[in-house]
């Protein structure tokens, strides 16, 4: 049996809306892209993570995936995290 993880990701430019207080848009949105490489990059080196799914309507975030060897999934539009995260255990 291997462990594969999965990791839902909002569109960049709705992650982390509470902090749009205090960072301006721009700042925010490094933050997310950052958060999520650092991310990915972490469950590369897990040992018990043979694969890691990335699923998510982003397109930037999906590219961000392929380049870091995981597979990205276009999730289907108007769903929540959980029929996200239910396809992409069926894709």
């Given at each position: ?9 909002k569109e960049i430019s709705s992650s982390k809306s509470r902090l749009s207080t205090v960072l301006a848009d721009i700042d925010r949105e490094t933050l997310v892209i ?58």
């Open positions: 049996m291997s462990n594969w993880a999965i990791v839902p990701v950052d958060l999520f490489i650092r991310t990915l990059s972490v469950l590369q080196i897990v040992n018990s993570i043979e694969k890691t799914i990335v699923i998510s309507r982003d397109s930037d975030m999906l590219d961000l995936a392929t380049k870091s060897e995981a597979l990205a999934i276009r999730e289907n539009d108007n769903s929540d995290l959980n029929s996200a995260i239910q396809q992409a255990t069926f894709d």
